[in-house]
């Protein structure tokens, strides 16, 4: 799979659902064994087994929507131990999976897959110009 942003995301943002600016998002580092991405059925975090995520973010920060592009500061994930990791994926966190809308999938980009050690893990979005994804 490519990196893709799930439709009912998509669905989500048209609809007023997510904002982008003023909605906690995070992501999950995780792997494809205990998870198949459903890029056009997958709606909320629930979706995503709890087996398959290996480490989660604190909130982004500085988050900005120029012209359609989703940006933020680079992410930190700390201490990380677990399985290979394939996937990330991003989501508004609204505190409760069943209702965290999930954003992009991701599994084509430096560094992936990743084996953590136990150090911390960098997340460094794309700095051209679609940054972390384009609507």
Same mark, same amino acid.
């Given at each position: ?11 989500? #943002?048209?609809?007023?659902?997510? +904002?982008?600016? !003023?909605?906690?998002?995070?992501l999950?580092?995780g ?9 056009d059925?997958?709606? #909320?975090?629930?979706? @995503?087994?709890g087996?398959?995520?290996? $480490? ?7 988050k900005?929507?120029t012209?359609g592009?989703? +940006?933020?500061?680079d @992410?930190?994930l700390?201490?990380v131990?677990?399985?290979?990791c394939? #996937?990330?994926? &991003?989501?508004? +966190?609204?505190?409760?999976?069943a209702? !965290?809308?999930?954003? $992009?999938? &991701? ?6 897959? @990743? ?9 460094? #979005? +794309?700095s051209?110009?679609n ?5």
């Open positions: 799979m490519a990196n893709a942003l799930y439709g009912l995301g998509r669905e989500g #943002f048209l609809g007023s659902s997510i +904002d982008w600016i !003023s909605n906690t998002i995070k999950v580092l792997t494809t064994g205990s998870y198949t991405v459903a890029i059925t997958h709606q #909320f975090l629930s979706s @995503v087994a087996g398959a995520r290996v $480490a989660t973010s604190s909130a982004f920060s500085n900005t929507k012209l592009v989703a +940006d933020a500061d @992410v930190l700390s201490s131990t677990g399985s290979t394939q #996937f990330i994926i &991003i989501y508004q +966190d609204t505190g409760s999976d209702t !965290s809308r999930l954003i $992009a999938y &991701i599994d084509t980009a430096t560094g992936l897959p @990743v084996t953590p050690n136990g150090g911390n893990i960098t997340i460094q #979005f +794309d051209g110009a940054r972390i994804f384009k609507l």
